[in-house]
T-cell receptor, first 114, second 112 residues
Framework: AQKITQTQPGMFVQEKEAVTLDCTYDTSDQSYGLFWYKQPSSGEMIFLIYQGSYDEQNATEGRYSLNFQKARKSANLVISASQLGDSAMYFCAMRRTGRRALTFGSGTRLQVQP | DAGVTQSPTHLIKTRGQQVTLRCSPISGHKSVSWYQQVLGQGPQFIFQYYEKEERGRGNFPDRFSARQFPNYSSELNVNALLLGDSALYLC???????????FGDGTRLSIL
């Protein structure tokens, strides 16, 4: 079975600073994908970034980067230059290659302060 | 282009009733998945449909059922509603079976 653990229920960051949201995962599979989603209060899940288990480079998408440490089974999200609009819930998720379902963590609520 | 659309946005039902939630995927997307998100938790996978066939099912009772239509839209049905079914129900579509999921805004279901 797969499990995603997000140990930070809430985080505060000052505007324009960088912040790291932690994610660890547990799986016996060798091939899998890791995802980060943002969920504003409106409810929509917004895809941010993806990392495949065999990708050698850490994924980056604009201000988002994923710090992937396979041996430690961690996939932390780094947001650079935080903006007020980054305030939201952030979910880490994984999916076994070839399978259908995403397994989500419990989320981290990020609040960006001016 | 329109994203994933779900209807209704909010719904209030009483215990024992039945409910139908609807989802229209992004144009061209043939796979639809349903997730349940209870307040304070991450979403949990309920179903995935691809080309009108069920391709995956999560750990939910038989009271939950779904189907996908020829135009790739989907309905989620829940019978004999329980208080614990109160949640945000999210629909996601993907271009292929294992592609990146694009989520709708969800239907917020409240059971009284």
């Amino acid at each position: 079975a797969q499990k995603i653990t997000q140990t930070q229920p809430g985080m505060f960051v000052q505007e324009k600073e960088a912040v790291t949201l932690d994610c660890t995962y547990d799986t016996s599979d060798q091939s899998y994908g890791l995802f980060w989603y943002k969920q504003p209060s409106s409810g929509e899940m917004i895809f941010l970034i993806y990392q495949g288990s065999y990708d050698e480079q850490n994924a980056t998408e604009g201000r988002y980067s994923l710090n992937f440490q396979k041996a430690r089974k961690s996939a932390n999200l780094v947001i650079s230059a935080s903006q007020l609009g980054d305030s939201a819930m952030y979910f880490c998720a994984m999916r076994r290659t070839g399978r259908r379902a995403l397994t989500f963590g419990s989320g981290t609520r990020l609040q960006v302060q001016p | 282009d329109a994203g994933v659309t779900q209807s209704p946005t909010h719904l209030i039902k009483t215990r024992g009733q039945q409910v139908t939630l609807r989802c229209s995927p992004i144009s061209g997307h043939k796979s639809v998945s349903w997730y349940q998100q209870v307040l304070g938790q991450g979403p949990q996978f309920i179903f995935q449909y691809y080309e009108k066939e069920e391709r995956g099912r999560g750990n939910f009772p038989d009271r939950f059922s779904a189907r996908q239509f020829p135009n790739y839209s989907s309905e989620l049905n829940v019978n004999a509603l329980l208080l614990g079914d109160s949640a945000l129900y999210l629909c996601a579509s993907t271009l292929t079976v294992a592609g990146e999921e694009h989520f709708g805004d969800g239907t917020r279901l409240s059971i009284l």
